[in-house]
Every structure is written in C-alpha cells, then in structure tokens.
C-alpha cells in the first residue's frame, strides 16, 4: 500500500465550528507532515511529526492543533478558524533518513471553506 | 538555507513538442532534489528524485531531469509533450539534514492540441 489517504475530502465550517482533519498512511513510515496550500501557491509546511512526537511547528496559529496518535495516523484539529484559513489542506508522510534521501508522499488533500 | 527557483511561472507547448521546465538550486550543502506534479484538486505525485547517485534521473510518465552542478539547475525535460501532461509542476529542495522540503512557486504547464 503506497497510498496516503485523507478525510473528509470537502470540509465548510463556521468560524465557531470546531472540526478535524484525518490523514493515514500503512508504509510503515515514522514522518507525517502537515501542509496548507493556498489557489495558485505552493504548499506551506505546517507540522513535521517524527516517531509521533512534533518536530517541528512553522509557528502555526493555536487554532490548528495537530496530532499524532500512533504512526499510521495524523489529525488537524481545527477551532475558531477564520475565512483566510480556507485552503487546501495536505498531508505527506515519508521514512526518516538523514539528509533528506527519502521522498514525501503526499494524500489528495482536504479542501477547507471557513464561512 | 536551501531554496530553489521556478523560471516562468506558465509554459505552453504544442502537443508532440519538447517540455522544458526549468529550476535552479540555491543550497549550501549537497541538496536532495525533486519534481512533483499537481493536477487540479489533488495532492502532489513525485515525478523524479535527485539524490546524488545519478546526475541524470529518470522519472515517470516519461520526464527526466539533468543535475547540474555547475549551473546549479535541475531542468525537467520531456521529449514529446501529451495533453494528460498539462498541470502544475514544482520543482523541490532538502539539504542538510533537514526535513523540511522547500518548494519552489511552481509552473503551469498548459499544452496546445
């Protein structure tokens, strides 16, 4: 299975929803990665998450709350959101290997509205 | 810091011509790098990975890309271009044993029939 997958494919939430992204992954790699992705822009790292503990926060807003509960599975968390934090939402996973040899491989993406 | 730049953010070619999409590294260290196609409204596919072994790498759906050390560029190439290739293409960097992927603004490959 060389397959991220993610849930919910479409999200549209309020302002005062609170909602979570879901991303799974069974290649048996210990990185997960949070990108947002904003129309006609590349992806923006968000979360790095190595051996299910955070490795890295971009400085992400607290109203993402990123989580990790075992390494096939990846949550976003999502709380008092504002309309420019519609986007398209995509996770990646890779193995770990220093240097950076391995490729991410990256799911279809949640497409957020905020109204 | 690793970076890499996109030239031309909008390509077209006629379809059965040559694709050239051009990107060039910016890297203190020996970078690790790559392309990824976008089509709309999914995620990123890698098409080829650059990782020292080779200088020139072979990727799928018939692209390839040159490493070139003296001019620091990473150009995707295609000899002959298909409709189904139109999409956005984005040119990608990790060095220093960092796991941040650095990606570039990205071109939109449009092809003519």
């Known amino acids: 299975d060389t397959e991220v997958t993610q849930t919910p494919k479409h999200l549209v939430m309020g302002m005062t929803n609170k909602k979570s992204l879901k991303c799974e992954q069974h290649?048996?790699?210990?990185?997960m990665y949070w990108y947002k992705q904003k129309a006609k822009k590349p992806p923006e790292l968000m979360f790095v998450?190595?051996?299910?503990?955070?490795?890295i926060n971009e400085s992400v807003p607290s109203r993402f709350s990123p989580e990790c509960p075992n390494s096939s599975l990846l949550n976003l968390h999502l709380h008092a959101l504002q309309p420019e934090d519609s986007a398209l939402y995509l996770c990646?996973?890779?193995?770990?290997?220093?240097?950076?040899?391995?490729?991410?491989?990256f799911g279809p993406g949640t497409r957020l509205t905020v109204l | 810091a690793q970076s890499v730049t996109q030239l031309g953010s909008h390509v077209s070619v006629s379809e059965g011509a040559l694709v050239l999409l051009r990107c060039n590294y910016s890297?203190?260290?020996?970078?690790?790098l790559f392309w990824y196609v976008q089509y709309p409204n999914q995620g990123l596919q890698l098409l080829l990975k650059?990782?020292?072994?080779?200088?020139l790498v072979k990727g799928i759906n018939g692209f390839e890309a040159e490493f070139k050390k003296s001019e620091t560029s990473f150009h995707l190439t295609k000899p002959s271009a298909h409709m189904s290739d139109a999409a956005e293409y984005f040119c990608?960097?990790?060095?220093?044993?960092?796991?941040?992927?650095?990606f570039g603004t990205g071109t939109r490959l449009t092809i003519i029939p």
């Open positions: 990608a960097v990790i060095g220093g044993g960092n796991e941040k992927l650095t």
């Open positions: 998450y190595s051996y299910e503990k955070l490795s």
């Open positions: 990646a996973s890779s193995q770990l290997a220093t240097g950076g040899r391995n490729e991410q491989f």
């Open positions: 650059y990782t020292s072994a080779a200088t």
């Open positions: 290649m048996g790699h210990r990185a």
């Open positions: 890297s203190s260290v020996p970078p690790y």
